[in-house]
């Protein structure tokens, strides 16, 4: 008589169990290359900018300004609203016809500034950005954001792409560190000097972020203490570190939406728009100080903290002032972070610290 011969029922669970492992093998190694070829998009992406900034500085001998103000036929004197550095470079980036739609001479807010502020440029997006709604309307969003500076309670105003003019808030003792600079400004040396980096934007509506929230990278909370004061020293940036994670821990946030609102439409002491500092160590929450010590309307203003946050695993990317693009991981050493975002701090910064 013939046998048919089959799996018994223990052998075919052996098989079942043998192919989940497998799986469970294979799927973390996918996604892993999957994120390392969006992080290599990044990289790209911020290099792409690195150049078009210094072929900008081939044919002005300055960095853009964080936010050029506008001066209507209407006003006496500038608007502290304008355009921001990521519609300078246009032409940089191959894209002189969406360039040539931006009318400086007429309100940034206005219809004739429609085109250039509603387009939405894949170059501005991070591959790894989970969350790609548009915050204002039709405002178009951006990941990547520019250099402002170290701690305000070290030295405000010290990074690369900083205002031009700032007629609200600080103007007086600060007025002489503000921008637009040249290359020659960079004492701590371009390879050492942070340019530009990436920023998770933030959430549409007016959601609800309760205390240790996963989107706590995405909103912004604010201080009760005075703490990162000008000239507090590194004491006072320390408290203010101290202060921001408690705050992101215990409190709800003030501003939820205004993380990356804009790219095409700037403020002085809107660092939320456009702008990051090195105060914060990558991938923390952004704060704002008291309203003591800034206008309590600043999205994120000179003295507080706009950090550099990804969905990269362990880090962020970094386009330092002589275009190269690294990965700077969440454990760096603070005074290390604080004075590769400073263009003339006289820091010392060794090849092995980032």
């Not at 008589?1 to 089959?6: V, Y």
């Not at 007086?172 to 290359?183: D, T, V």
């Not at 996963?214 to 004491?235: E, M």
């Not at 923390?284 to 990269?312: D, M, R, W, Y």
């Amino acid at each position: 008589m013939k046998t048919r011969r089959a799996f018994t029922l223990i052998e075919l669970l052996v098989v079942i169990a043998i192919i989940a492992v497998l799986i469970g093998l294979l799927l973390p190694a996918v996604q892993s290359a999957r994120e390392a070829a969006r992080r290599a998009q990044c990289v790209n992406n911020l290099k792409q900018l690195g150049l078009a900034i210094h072929n900008y500085l081939d044919a002005n001998n300055a960095m853009p300004a964080q936010c050029m103000p506008q001066l209507l036929p209407t006003k006496t004197s500038p608007d502290d609203w304008g355009f921001t550095w990521y519609g300078a470079v246009l032409p940089q980036l191959e894209q002189q016809p969406l360039y040539n739609s931006i009318n400086y001479s007429a309100d940034v807010f206005g219809w004739a500034n429609t085109t250039s502020a509603y387009t939405q440029l894949a170059l501005w997006s991070c591959p790894s950005e989970s969350q790609n709604q548009r915050l204002n309307g039709s405002y178009s969003v951006a990941n990547y954001v520019a250099n402002y500076g170290g701690p305000a309670a070290l030295s405000p105003y010290s990074g690369v792409l900083i205002p031009a003019v700032n007629v609200i808030t600080e103007a007086g003792p600060y007025l002489s560190k503000l921008g637009p600079i040249g290359l020659s400004s960079v004492t701590d040396g371009t390879s050492n000097t942070g340019l530009f980096s990436e920023r998770l934007i933030g959430l549409p509506g007016t959601p609800s972020v309760g205390p240790g929230s996963q989107n706590a990278k995405r909103v912004i909370y604010t201080l009760a203490s005075n703490s990162g004061a000008p000239n507090s020293g590194q004491a006072g940036a320390m408290a203010f570190i101290s202060d921001c994670k408690t705050a992101a821990g215990t409190t709800a946030p003030t501003y939820t939406s205004s993380l990356g609102q804009m790219a095409f439409v700037g403020y002085p002491v809107h660092l939320a728009f456009s702008s990051y500092n090195h105060y914060m160590p990558p991938n923390s929450t952004s704060c704002k100080v008291s309203s003591a010590l800034e206008p309590s309307f600043a999205q994120i203003g000179a003295l507080s903290a706009a950090s550099a946050t990804s969905n990269h695993p362990g880090g962020v990317n970094i386009t330092f002032c002589d275009g190269s693009v690294r990965f700077v991981r969440d454990t760096v050493n603070v005074q290390t972070w604080w004075a590769v975002g400073t263009r003339n701090g006289g820091e010392v910064v060794s090849a092995d610290a980032l």
